[in-house]
């Protein structure tokens, strides 16, 4: 099947684990959608992607295992103990490897209503990618 891109606004999220040494911690079930048993928001995520070490442009990327989660309202992904959520931050050279997500755009920064989160009144930015399907 051929490859598609598809143009999507949403916003960016680091999810990583608040300890990166803590050995043998699965990773986050972060599909579109919601799989069973996740407590996420489901059709939230639009997006999510393990970053690699050729990934770049993201200077808050924590260090160790990360995940870019683009979500289609600034309402933060939820996560399993054992992990953190960030909004991320990109910088002019924001590549990932195989250009699976481009940034087209970035439309401002908007502040996080989750009362009850930590995230809650934080900025997340508001942008436009390519994403390949």
Known sequence: MPETTRTITGY???VSPEDPQRPGLPD?????GGPPGWS???GNILV???LSEQDRGIPNRPTGRAFLVITGSPM??????GWRVIP???SSDFHVEGDDIRLRRGMGAVGVS???NPLNDVKVLECEFDVKE
């Open 88 to 90: 991320a931050d990109f």
């Open 40 to 42: 996420g928001l489901p």
């Open 48 to 50: 999510s992607r393990p």
């Open 28 to 32: 986050p079930p972060l599909e579109t």
């Open 12 to 14: 960016p999220w680091l």
């Open 114 to 116: 989750a009362p009850g």
């Open 76 to 81: 933060p992904p939820e996560v399993r103990e």
